[in-house]
């Protein structure tokens, strides 16, 4: 655990003793994030794989330390709380993923008499790294500190959407130096990462320019770059492979490098600010001329800190210190993506790597899989009119690819995961009435999205034998439980927009999830092409990511996912008390084959809060009537699977889903159907809880007697009237008003249990 | 040997037996072209790597047959004649290079119940691969004919700048189909050569679109095309790696190939088109719309003959059948390139990936370590406009690199060799007045192209020791030989502008080539860093491309490279005497040291016409005094190392410059220094040759007695005046008139031997 208090008091504490360091104390919401939450594992456990540099909301630059040296599962964002030195600053990070990717431009102080670039000077006990200390580290949102040990370098850093800003403070009596590795990146050796070309090229003595091609787990990303210092270089080197071109002003090639000098004997403060563009070194510096202007460090911290807080104030909770933290940092999680991806003027580089045009913004980093079950319902909630930019860029790969994104990344597709859980997104923004949502060619992509086959989706499998058959489509159960959902989503939209024959069709194609229940072992299990169950079948065991009936995850897991369907899963699972009982068995058998998936984790029995397949499953009691069993796990997840620490997540935070979990069930409801209009009723954990719905209207959620014992819901009102549904529509959180809790220790088994207080399948 | 009667009558033999094929015949120059000659290699011998289909004068589009299964050196235009099996038609191919590359859009016309794409269906002994006979394989300009005996199909092909157009005659009772493979390269396995991305998408039953996005030799190409059929297609299967896509109509991945079907039942003619683009899709069908109007393949294929007439009556020669074929044969191969890189709108992908966009031209494939010494000099005397456009193109390398091409394909650097023979192209251009070539442009990008170190190009090295000290920089005394004269054609420009300071400088360095000269063995020799000369030295002795002083050749080779001071080279070498005498030792000497680079061959004694180092070198003797010995080695290289065959050069034909070569030499003279202004005469060998200047105005040269044995100037007149000077202006020759030679037997040891006859160094 990291306070936000000890945070602050180490602030001020260097402010005394660094030069240049100024504290800038944050107000609003903003304070109460802390970004090293979920960016390292306590005792070999997990963490989220988040970074805690310098970000602004839905930002293209995330300007962030690099500890590692080859990130693996764990360590994706490329900083691990663990690590004792720092390669650099890089201006590109994935937040959350388990997957390493980006991390361009690495930018890294120095000072000493030489500062060696040659070999592989970004890995550990070579080169230009330094250590660290977290006594000398500080972030909030869209400000990174650290102090250099190896250099006496206080480094700070912060960010616009398109730019980093560096602040460099070099102590008296250095030789002072600033790195630029174009070679970078923490993905070597997996995904057959490759600089396609690099180029740096010194301007003048204030401005350099350059770019990388890589192909790597996104096919092929262009990164130009525009950097200007404030001071003038005296000296450089540029170099590629071990080559030093010494007095060029330009270096092309695969592995480029440059060493920077300043006269910093005296000592000073070096500013460094880095546009980058996916398009042109000329957007790169537009962009950059037009977010920072002035040489001012802290007023772009500042903006960005503001920025913070216009995006974490749409919720306004009361709440315990560490609740605020949790709630507020989650929050601030959710927003780290999607990533911008077009430049000021517009322009981007589409899904087929021609040069598109926006008025809006363009978007990339879609983690669907993980992404669509909250973290998409959150944003339809609080961020409108980037849902309609979120979508129109998932139209721009549909247009490209012929389908939408499965988990797309700097525009590109990547197969990752299963199911085309842009699906529910787009449905959900059209069913919602998201302003600037075209209905027709959101019905055509989602639709030709269930037609096309293309990995992981093979269609006409799976319309010739109504499920996957293992032996033709591994992940089979997982892919047809997870279909089944995608194509309810595409025939509620098709009944919507009047188109019967395709309702018709998607309607049967959604209850295809029946051909993979066994009724003699009550578990979906994986048959042959030929229609035999496969055996041995063992509930315990776990999928990967291919190879195996599942899906990171095991069939205990996977049984709950008929979302659009709940009551029809109740009534094959034998009723409500064989329901029930069989979630408690989920909760509570620790039993396990001696593997698992390395996702799975975050257990309380067979449930894995760390990764998504689990993530609805506490809220399914109220399906058969005992919510009060929801509330006790819901709140039993928050209490004991999100904390402050560096290790605050029980899994990969998977580029907002962990934490739009928490902001959802915090606030006391979930999304259960993301595409269904239908929050389902949890335990809610804030005191007060106020979602601005713009236009001064609010929604707001209070309880009274929380703690954390007092998790069971005595009784509610909806806007001063009794309301005992267990789930609400959100409709009815759009209309504002108030939504009132009487919590206690005690479960109130009378609360909801009606069966007309059930949660239905959708309100649209 | 190949003679064009025999293609002529073969293809009125093929017009009375295969349904729809039509004999069009070819007038005017283009009908003396076979394009075959440099296909293959006689006994094991060298060839030219050219390719035989289809194309017009600089265009886009190569539309040619690919029988290999991996190029090696020696068949790097993806055909040889020696093959027996065709893989497919695609659509870019290289003329004469010694790499391997492009080879995009393969497409193939099958027979059968099933055609297989699965695999790796382009090797031999698999898929859809058929064999072939020369006895049923036709070529002219724009125009490649073969029948594929596994299929009983005639396929035809001609193109136009941006597009290829297919004619495919299937047999009576065949099912018959078109195999696109998007994956087919003959470059796998080298440079690392792989699909990034690619798509095949069905937009309706008539056309299909998609891209390739591929990295190898060239960094990275994005290759889009648009596809028409002029018969619909009746079914057809998407194929990724090996899953059949069936049902889709788009296919996305790395190894995207599909197969279309069409009711063949009766037999037909299949016409397809197909417009590529290095930009989009839609580009890529704007440059088909604008280039291919109707279905009408004879019309296309008599345009492009009509171009190629347009192109090679620029010379107009009398001689006999053998001399016109050989002739027109080399002018041909020079047109093939440098390849058009811009749409027709103009757009193109610029040397820093951005888009670009050109209200003329945009070209690549400069391959100038080769090209610089005559083609280019060619294209300044016959392609005036491209050449400005040549300039410009290269100068978009010069403003993303910081320095102009070495050798660049697809707009990008791949370094590939020494020197930087862009200096040499662009200054000669400007020397002659070349019209819109913008002079401080030039002079800024020659200069810095000569500053900023690069691989191979340590500007800084040269500087401080003068010469290039081989344990520092290899291939030392080659690369010290050609900068320094890139170095003075830079100087001579400064002299032009007026920049002193730089003319002093860069005429000091052109002068650094004595700093390696031994003048106890008269050798250039390679130094170490301290001055000390390299031993033991064996001129007989070999380098590559690295490792060794000399660059795919031997000190014997490259003594004679001071082609910007023979005076001084024949003073260093002990006067005329000695100077003749080592050039008569050079044409005489076989000895060899057991090894030799692949790239020598064509050999007279130590001279290896088959590489580029030799070119210049049988010009020589009129420098001391001798032209008639200059004359006999001119002839006997034309005689004996030029033929009609497959195998009808000496060795890489090199993207047109052992074609300029020829051209140069048998009008009579050579460019020996390419940006002096220059010809030296060697020995004329067509009864008549009248170059077209344009506004009606000729350049002459007539012989007079010129025979296989009369080879020997005996006398000359320039518009009736007798002319005794061994080299002749360039601006003489754009004065148009008459030059008159009298050939005879024996040597007329008195024409051209006077000091004020020997060539001067510059005319400019």
Redesign the interface.
Known sequence: MKPIVKIISLGTLLSAVVPGYSQRPVTGPAAFVNPFIGTGAVNGGLSGNNYPGATVPFGMVQLSPDTREAPDWGTASGYDYNDKTIAGFSHTHLSGTGVAELFDLLVMPTTGAVTTVAGEPDKPGSGYRSAFSHQQETARPGYYQVKLLDYDINAELTATTHAGFHRYTYPRNSKGHVVIDLNHSLNKGSW?T?I??S?I?VVNNHTIEG?R?I?GWA??R?VYFHIQFNKPVVRYQLVNDN?V?????????SNVRAVFDFDTQQGFTLLVKAGISP????NARQNLAQEITAWNFDKTADDAAALWNKELQKINIDGSEQQKQIFYTALYHTFLQPNTLSDVNGAYMAS????GKTKGTHYSTFSLWDTYRAAHPLYTLLQQTRTADFVNSMLNQYR????LPVWQLWG??NYCMIGNHSIPVLVDAVMKGIPGVEVEKVYEAIK?SS?????NS?F?VWEQYGYMPENIQSQSVSITLEMAYDDWCVAQLAKKLGKTEDYNRFQRRSQYYEHLFNSATRFFQPKDEKGNWITPFDPYKYGSNGGNPFTEGNAWQYYWYVPHNMPHLVQLTGGDNAFVTKLDSFFTHSHTTGEKNDNASGFIGQYAHGNEPSHHVTYLYNYAGQPWKTQYYAAKVMNELYNTSSSGYAGNEDCGEMSAWYVFSALGFYPVNPASGIYVIGSPQLKRAAIQLGAGKTFEVRTRKQSDKDIYIQSATLNGKPYTRTWIKHSDVLAGGVLEFVMGEQPNTNWGTGVADRPINSSF
Do not use: A, C
């Open positions: 057959s490759r396609i070309q180029q090229r770019f091609i192909t096919k092929m262009k080559t071109y010494t007095g060029n002003k330009v270096v092309n090639g398009v042109s070194v000329e087929d790597y021609t040069q490209s690819y012929g389908y590109q597709e030709n037609l096309i086959s293309h990995p093979p006409q």
